[in-house]
């Protein structure tokens, strides 16, 4: 990934256009903020930090668990281009409703944000992916969602409050860790 790739995404979607009215005049703020049902719109620093640690090409097809807003996978989309594909999935069917409608006026329609199937993480059905980025934080790696990666596939994921980057290689998996984090729980 060129090295501004993201700050690209960042000037072509920005944060505004994902929040509800009442949050938009404190879009710049670098911190996390809220967008209802116990959820949040993530600090503009960590999503930053994450898609670098993603390290995301165009035409890559990429799971965002916990779409949200819609504005982790607008970006996304933004870094796969229109030959890449963006699955967003989303637990509250409210925010799946606010982040597609957000995700619609970005023109971008390789990427869309779906309900996700209560009980079952990622998209199993719509594996493998190349990159899997995951907006809430699990206590310990989801084996369901390694397994959604291809081979070579990268996915970045907080997990007990600390940022990891896993790489698929086969039956094996290379984690790195990438400093510490707060999220959401991942339900």
């Known amino acids: 990934m060129r ?9 072509a979607h920005p944060r505004t256009g994902f929040l509800p009215p009442e949050q938009r005049p404190q879009a710049a703020h670098d911190g996390p903020l809220p967008i ?62 606010f ?29 493998p992916f190349d990159r899997i980025l995951v907006s809430a934080e699990p206590a310990t790696l989801p084996q369901t969602l390694v397994d959604q990666l291809r081979d070579g596939g990268v996915m970045v994921i907080p997990v007990a409050g600390e940022m990891l980057r896993v790489v698929r290689h086969g039956s094996k998996t290379e984690i790195t860790r990438h400093g510490a984090y707060r999220f959401v729980p991942l339900r």
């Not at 949040?40 to 807003?69: C, F």
């Not at 957000?102 to 594996?127: D, E, F, K, R, Y």
Request: charged letters at 10%; a negative charge.
């Open 3 to 11: 090295p501004d790739a993201v700050a690209a995404a960042f000037a």
């Open 36 to 97: 209802g049902h116990g959820q949040t719109n993530s600090q503009p620093r960590t999503v930053a930090n994450m898609l670098r640690l993603l390290d995301v090409a165009p035409g890559m097809r990429v799971l965002d668990v916990g779409a949200g807003s819609g504005w982790s996978t607008a970006l996304l989309a933004h870094l796969v281009g229109p030959q890449g594909q963006v699955h967003g999935v989303e637990l509250a069917p409210e925010l799946v409703r």
């Open 99 to 127: 982040g597609a409608a957000n995700l619609a006026t970005t023109q971008q329609p390789w990427a869309s944000i779906v309900t996700a199937t209560p009980g079952v993480l990622g998209l199993p059905a719509q594996a």
